[in-house]
């Protein structure tokens, strides 16, 4: 018994008793860090990237430096700000969130159907799918201040091309981060749905809307915020708002009045940035 004993205290262990890094056979390898010829490397494609593009732009530290007497006497223009202009511009200001908020609405809308069609995992053929995505892809591509000058040219000077410009941008925006929220969903509530033989409408209104009005929210409020921004400078191009007011002081020279109109921008800006994250806040 003894010698027993013994032998199986010093028999090593096999089999299931084995555990991973057991035997020197069995050491995992740790990959190497990389070495200091790939940094060096990295380092040299990106200057070399850097050269180019500035080489084929024609940009210059020289002249940046040259330009900043130029930028401070801008500055120095704009301030103090002229504020009994401020009178002049509240409704400018008004009709530019106006816009934002109807372009966003109208966007919101129509990216609801649209993001649904793009979304893989709701729509049964990729020949839906892929073609509804690449149609997104080229809104998404032409910028608001292009599309305001196109509907410019289509609608007259005046709201209603910046209205549809921001409601253009906005489908692109809010249809883009919907669809690719869709895909990442529980499938579990849609296939009991299925099961019990809901057919797909209800299977979105019961199974896919619950889970996403809250993101979707989020989404909006983000679109809104950027399309306050954006409508701000659509007036350049006749598509109204407070951009009418940028475009009239900005061409006068008359830069005090630009300040005012500036920091009048920055206000409103920062006030619906906060109101719209303390909403995300409360939905997420």
């Given amino acids: 018994m003894k010698g027993q004993s013994g032998a199986s205290l010093h028999t090593p262990l096999t089999g299931a008793g084995k555990g991973p890094g057991s035997g020197p056979e069995q050491v995992v390898k740790r990959p190497k860090p990389p070495g200091r010829t790939k940094h060096l490397l990295t380092l040299v494609i990106i200057l070399l990237l850097l050269w180019a593009s500035a080489k084929q732009t024609d940009a210059s530290f020289s002249e940046l430096i040259e330009g900043f007497p130029n930028m401070w006497d801008l500055l120095k223009d704009m301030f103090p700000p002229r504020w009994t202009y401020f009178d002049n511009i509240v409704q400018g200001m008004l009709e530019t969130i106006r816009m934002a908020l109807i372009g966003t609405t109208i966007g919101a809308i129509i990216a609801i159907p649209v993001s649904i069609v793009c979304a893989g995992n709701l729509m049964p053929s990729r020949w839906i799918y892929y073609p ?130 500036i920091l009048f921008t920055l206000v409103i800006v920062l006030i619906i940035d906060y109101v719209s994250t303390k909403l995300r806040e409360k939905l997420l």
């Fill in 132 to 261: 509804a995505r690449f149609v997104l892809n080229l809104i998404r591509t032409v910028p608001d201040l292009l599309l305001a000058a196109l509907f410019v040219a289509v609608f007259g000077l005046g709201p209603i091309p910046g209205i549809l410009a921001l409601a253009v941008f906005s489908v692109g925006l809010i249809a883009k981060l919907t669809y690719e929220t869709l895909e990442t969903i529980d499938q579990g509530p849609l296939e009991a749905m299925t099961a019990v033989g809901m057919n797909r409408i209800q299977l979105i209104v019961y199974g896919v809307v619950p889970q996403l009005a809250a993101q979707f929210t989020s989404y909006v409020l983000y679109a809104f915020e950027i399309n306050v921004r954006a409508a701000a400078i659509l007036g350049l191009v006749g598509a109204g708002g407070i951009g009418l007011y940028y475009e009239a002081t900005l061409g006068f020279l008359e830069y005090d009045k630009t300040s005012v109109i």
